[in-house]
């Protein structure tokens, strides 16, 4: 079984679009993140949620918002997609302040 | 700001090598200290930790070496194969929540 899901794992579209990514938990844990990877692998952080609650919230453009329907799921929007948004999206999730486990990850590129 | 400085970049050894990446860190409120490896086309996976009252962890062939006085620690692979071919990361936890700063990642090449 699956502990992090991300759906899609490849996201091709077309700049101005607006597109979601899902994420999935089945570990019970408290809270959820989104990262970025950039092509040198950089892995930066976004956003994070606790219990459906914003606690981390970078300097991302306002066009990125993260959603957490309930505390199993955390969904990103994009929109106006941009040819610097490309890059790999990684979801993961954490009990307390325990560590954090990672999605599969997706790959978003904007043409 | 970035708070855990990761070297070197890339590592190219040779099988049975002992390949070593160090990280340094700025801030002194970090209380937890994981390493994640990285295999292409996936997520990062958690590899091994350690806490600061601790000197040397060991968990099969990886090794983590934590000197807390000079705000430093490293990984060390005893006898690398080539599946151990990734992308690494040392990360730092800070005292409150799970927040995890990453360092910049190492590529390592493991040749046969």
């Known amino acids: 079984d699956t502990a992090v899901s991300q759906t899609p794992k490849y996201l091709v579209t077309q700049m101005g679009n607006d597109k979601s990514i899902k994420c999935e938990q089945n570990?019970?844990?408290?809270?959820m993140y989104w990262y970025k990877q950039d092509s040198k692998k950089f892995l930066k952080i976004m956003f994070s949620?606790?219990?459906?609650?914003?606690?981390i919230n970078e300097t991302v453009p306002n066009r990125f918002s993260p959603k957490s329907p309930d505390k199993a799921h955390l969904n990103l929007h994009i929109n106006s997609l941009e040819l610097g948004d490309s890059a790999v999206y990684f979801c993961?999730?954490?009990?307390?302040?325990?560590?954090?486990?990672f999605g599969p990850g997706t790959r978003l590129t904007v043409l | 700001q970035q708070q855990v400085k990761q070297s070197p970049q890339s590592l190219i050894v040779q099988k049975g090598g002992i390949p070593i990446i160090n990280c340094a860190y700025e801030n002194t409120a970090f209380d937890y200290f994981p390493w994640y490896q990285q295999f292409p086309g996936k997520g990062p996976a958690l590899l091994i930790a350690i806490r600061p009252d601790v000197s040397e962890k060991k968990e099969g062939r990886f090794t983590i070496s934590f000197n807390k006085s000079a705000k430093q620690f490293s990984l060390h692979i005893m006898d690398s194969q080539p599946g151990d071919s990734a992308t690494y990361f040392c990360?730092?936890?800070?005292?409150?929540?799970?927040?995890?700063?990453f360092g910049e990642g190492t590529q390592l090449t493991v040749n046969p």
């Open positions: 570990l019970g844990h408290d809270t």
């Open positions: 990360a730092a936890k800070g005292t409150s929540g799970s927040r995890l700063t």
């Open positions: 993961a999730s954490s009990y307390g302040p325990g560590l954090q486990y």
């Open positions: 949620y606790n219990n459906k609650e914003l606690i």
